[in-house]
Structure formats: structure tokens, C-alpha cells
């Protein structure tokens, strides 16, 4: 006698005798039948894209579900043939053995291009990053992309000697809204015009991008809120127009930049730097009323505007002060009697200063004591961020010789809510130095009662020095 068949829509609980676990019940019944397709996408859509695409073998009605759920990420690294499953293993021997390498890639191509046709949409991020052999597909990938509203893309392709233009599709995809490209080139379009209205987030690495691309970027893209350049060619002279922007990084591999200027950047608040970027960049800040963070500034500058006060070399012009900065990193040789000029003139321009970081650059281990200028800080005064803000300081590099141990002495003396600081130098490894440069440090004539000074073993690892490490 034939089993009793179920009928559609009667729900199954787990104590039916019926119910044997699974997805099938003990007379054959599959329960998944009785789930919606609308649910069914919904969960397919919380998989991997490879998980997901596996279920497309369980049954004719799943052959086709797992091309309707929206697609949360398609990683091009997370796709590996069954006959390469150890991912480590098969990039060591990618390394030693290119056909093998094609090989492997050419199948992950063969999935990309699957997905990519078989997949309704949307698909809201993707990033491809282990496509080297077939650079031509990626423009119809970047097309089929923009048609299928992807929001987040990522294109970090090794390339030796040139660079990927980006497409036209790329460039007019209103859906994006973080674009992260490396090994690319960005020219200035005539048409189509660029039109990225949705954008919040571009960083460009190792990238070739002329100072008009990146002008018409910035035109184009009214919601940008972060702007990081690393290792970037082709860029002289940047200049900021951006009503949304909120943070701007520019590294110290972007070698060939001689001008940033914030001309226009009402919501800016961060401006990130490379430890040598204003050596050789002349950095001007027109409008930036709401900035917050800046750094790096090395001592050693060409030339630093902030409104109407200048920093050029032995020349200093105060006439503007930056009430909404609290948080400044510079770079200093404290045995340079002109940086040290520039390091109490640029304190004394940011009144409300919360925190000062400080990469104190190499410095001769030979402590000089005839020179009159190691005793420059117990000649200054103090001012309004010692008197009322400053909180925290940092010191990477520090050594304990007279000039940078004068300059802690000096914020000792004088910051009156000063909490900690932080002395980050290889010696603290040595037994009996710490207590040494205790004893070297004036801490019986503290300005703040609750201040103190906290010695770090100086290791390679930057995540010292938070948050800009991400500049090294």
C-alpha cells in the first residue's frame, strides 16, 4: 500500500513519528517544500557565493534560487577548484609553477563568468584580486557588475609594467558606494562624464591618476566622505573641493605631489600624511573649519599654510589660529634649533589640542652638552592648549638625551591637565635605563597633579602609534 502523502501547506513538528530529521520525513516527504521560495532566497542569500551555488544540484526547483538572493559578496579569492582545495598549498605552488597557476585560474574565470550570467542581481560587493592572465575579461565583468547595482568593488590586480584603464562602465556606475582600486589607470574622460553620485568611499594604491581624473572625481562624486591616495604616480597638484569629505589620506610614496590644498572642505575632519609628505609638498588649508586630525608634519617643512599663517623653512608668519583641531601628529629632530622654532609656533596655533603625537626622527646617539641649544625648552612659556587641553603625548623614538628629554620636561612643567605620557624608545629594553631617564625627568615640578609618564619597549609593529599606522 502507498504511503499517505502529505498535503501541501500541512506543517510537519519535530515529534511527528512521521519526522526522521533531514530535510526528508521517514515516508519520503521532503519538508523543504513546504518553505517558501521567498524564504529559501532570503537564507541562501547569508551563504558564501560557493556554498550557495552548491545547493543549485539538490533539486530541479533549487537549480535556479541561488541566482535570485541578492549576492552579499563575490570574492574571486574564495573560489577554488576541488582539485586545489588547500589555498595555501596552491599559492606556494602557484608560486614555483605558473601552469599550474593558470590552470587554477582558468577555472576560477570559468566561475566568474558563471555566476556573473547566472545571477538576477543585485549583487552588492564584489572584489577580484587573483585574476592576472586574463585582464581582457574584466571590462564585460565590470559592466554586468554595473548593471547589477554592485555598491562595494574591489580590483586589486598585481600588474608588471602598466596599469588597467579603467573602463567607462566604472566610471558612470551610480550604484557604487566604495571603490577600492589598485594597479589602475584613471584619465580625465571627455565622455562619457563621470557620474558617481552615490560614492563614499575611493582609495586609489599604486595607481596612475592624472591631477585632472582626479579633479573630475572629486566634481563628480557629491557624497564622498574618504579619500585615501597610496602609492599613487601622476599626481602634482591636488586641490580639495569636496562638500561631503570627511577624511583624506595621502601616503609617502606618492612621491611627485607638490601642492594639496584644501580649498573647499567643509566637512573635513581628518587629514592623514606621510611622516615626509610636507618635506616636499607644499600643504595649504583654506577652508577646513571642522578638522579635527592632522598629521604627519615634519619640522622640516617646505612650506605649511593654515589660513593666513605660514611655515616656510626659518619663517614664521602667526596670524590664525585652529580652534577645531585635537588631535596633531609631527615629526622632529629636536637637535635642529629651526624645527624646534616650528614645533612651539605650530603648538601655539592649535589652542584646543587634546593630543600630540610625536615621531622624533633619527637623532646622533652622541649627546652634545656645549651646545647653547639644548636648553631651548626651559626658555619657553607656556601657552593656551598647555593650559587648558592637552591630555595626552606621545614620543616615538625617544632616546633620554637633553634635547628631546628638555622637550618632555618642558610639557611637564607646564601642561596643567596633562594625563599621560608615553615615551616609546628601543633603550627601555636595556636594564636600569628606564629608571635612569626617572630620575633625569623632572616629575616633582608637574604642572598637573594627575600626570604620568609611561615607558615603552619600541618594537617594529607601528600599531604603537595609533591611529597612523596605517602611513607606514
Not at 561631503?244 to 609617502?252: E, F, G, P, R, V
Not at 656645549?370 to 625648552?377: A, E, G, K
Not at 609618564?453 to 599606522?469: A, D, G, I, L, T
Amino acid at each position: 500500500m502507498a504511503p499517505n502523502r502529505r498535503k501541501k501547506g500541512q506543517i510537519i513538528s519535530d515529534s511527528d513519528p512521521h519526522f526522521s530529521g533531514g530535510g526528508v520525513t521517514a515516508d519520503g516527504f521532503d519538508r523543504f517544500e513546504l518553505v517558501p521560495d521567498c524564504l529559501l532566497v532570503s537564507i541562501l542569500s547569508l551563504l558564501p557565493i560557493e556554498d550557495a551555488v552548491r545547493t543549485s544540484v539538490l533539486s530541479t526547483r533549487w537549480r535556479r534560487l541561488w541566482t535570485l538572493a541578492p549576492l552579499g559578496l563575490l570574492d574571486d579569492s574564495a573560489l577554488r577548484s576541488e582539485k586545489f582545495p588547500n589555498k595555501k598549498l596552491l599559492a606556494f605552488r602557484a608560486f614555483h609553477d605558473e601552469e599550474q597557476w593558470r590552470a587554477q585560474e582558468g577555472w576560477r574565470v570559468r566561475a566568474i563568468d558563471r555566476v556573473l550570467s547566472a545571477h538576477a542581481g543585485p549583487i552588492r560587493s564584489c572584489r577580484l584580486s587573483c585574476v592576472y592572465f586574463h585582464i581582457p575579461l574584466l571590462d564585460g565583468w565590470i559592466q554586468t557588475l554595473s548593471q547589477k547595482g554592485v555598491q562595494d568593488l574591489v580590483i586589486l590586480i598585481p600588474m608588471e609594467k602598466r596599469f588597467y584603464l579603467v573602463p567607462p562602465s566604472l566610471i558612470t556606475c551610480q550604484s557604487l558606494r566604495s571603490l577600492e582600486l589598485c594597479y589602475c589607470r584613471i584619465l580625465k574622460p571627455t565622455k562619457p562624464r563621470l557620474n558617481l553620485v552615490n560614492l563614499r568611499v575611493l582609495n586609489l594604491k599604486r595607481s596612475l591618476v592624472t591631477d585632472a581624473a582626479i579633479n573630475d572625481l572629486l566634481s563628480s562624486c557629491p557624497a564622498l566622505q574618504s579619500l585615501a591616495l597610496v602609492h599613487c604616480a601622476g599626481l602634482r597638484r591636488i586641490h580639495l573641493r569636496s562638500p561631503a569629505l570627511c577624511s583624506m589620506m595621502l601616503d609617502d610614496y606618492s612621491l611627485e605631489v607638490e601642492e594639496l590644498f584644501v580649498v573647499d572642505a567643509p566637512n573635513l575632519e581628518y587629514l592623514m600624511l606621510g611622516k615626509n609628505a610636507t618635506r616636499r609638498t607644499h600643504l595649504k588649508v583654506l577652508n577646513a573649519p571642522k578638522l579635527e586630525l592632522l598629521g604627519f608634519l615634519d619640522m622640516n617643512i617646505k612650506m605649511l599654510e593654515l589660513g593666513s599663517t605660514c611655515f616656510e623653512k626659518s619663517m614664521v608668519k602667526l596670524s590664525t589660529v585652529v580652534h577645531s583641531l585635537k588631535k596633531l601628529a609631527i615629526r622632529v629632530d629636536f637637535n635642529d634649533d629651526l624645527q624646534a622654532d616650528i614645533v612651539f609656533d605650530l603648538l601655539r596655533c592649535f589652542p584646543c589640542l587634546e593630543t600630540l603625537d610625536v615621531l622624533i626622527a633619527d637623532m646622533d646617539d652622541d649627546d652634545d652638552d656645549d651646545d647653547p641649544y639644548v636648553d631651548y625648552w626651559e626658555q619657553q612659556s607656556s601657552f593656551d592648549c598647555l593650559d587648558h587641553h592637552l591630555k595626552s603625548v606621545t614620543l616615538k623614538g625617544f632616546l633620554g638625551q637633553r634635547a628631546d628629554s628638555g622637550f618632555v620636561n618642558f610639557l611637564i612643567a607646564k601642561a596643567r591637565v596633562l594625563q599621560v605620557i608615553t615615551l616609546i624608545s628601543v633603550h627601555a629594553w636595556k636594564e636600569g635605563w628606564v629608571g635612569t631617564i626617572q630620575q633625569d625627568l623632572c616629575l616633582q615640578n608637574k604642572a598637573s597633579i594627575d600626570a604620568e609618564v609611561v615607558f615603552m619597549k619600541e618594537k617594529h609593529e607601528m600599531n604603537q602609534f595609533q591611529p597612523w599606522s596605517s602611513l607606514f
